[in-house]
């Protein structure tokens, strides 16, 4: 059974081990966030600590861009953008589709969550999925906040892929 998670496109380059998942992932990932990977692109600011992650990251960084650029990819997510909520699938590997979300945000949950963050909660509930981040204080404010989200930590990644609940 294909298992779906709500993530920002920057996590997907960050770390590979959510390419390589133990049984298929399709991950649905708000357009805000390719555009965050942009940003992130031609920014100077540091993503990582270390010299050496730092310049790895920024390479899959470029290397998820140019994949999204490719014409077929690109067409598909054109033709997706035009129309709030509809999906662009994009297949990455056999166990891997990269689905592209025409989120927006409507500012619900804006006075205690950026954009992208409201743009992830609303997607989750929207799709009734999961959400899996990196982020620890990202988490605590959805259960003070008392979102009606199932999240995971990434570290838990393996756990949530094989998890029956729903």
Do not use: C
Not at 86 to 97: D, Q, Y
Request: proline share 7%; aromatic share 10%.
């Amino acid at each position: 059974m294909r298992k779906s998670f709500v993530i920002e496109a920057v996590m997907i380059a960050v770390y590979g081990e959510l390419l390589a998942p133990s049984q298929p992932v399709d991950y649905l990932v708000p357009y805000s966030t390719i555009r965050e990977l942009y940003e992130l692109r031609d920014s100077q600011e540091p993503i990582m600590p270390d010299a050496n992650d730092e310049k790895h990251v920024r390479t899959k960084i470029a290397e998820l861009i140019d994949l999204l650029e490719q014409p077929f990819y690109r067409k598909q997510l054109e033709r997706a953008l035009t129309v709030p909520w509809a999906k662009a699938p994009l297949l990455l590997s056999e166990g891997v589709t990269f689905t592209v979300v025409s989120s927006y945000d409507n500012e619900e949950y804006g006075e205690a969550f950026d954009p992208i963050e409201t743009e992830l909660i609303l997607t989750a509930i929207r799709e009734q999925t999961p959400l899996l981040t990196d982020q620890p204080d990202f988490i605590v404010k959805l259960i003070e906040g008392e979102i009606p989200v199932q999240v995971y930590d990434l570290d838990d990644f393996e756990f949530a892929v094989e998890d029956d609940t729903e």
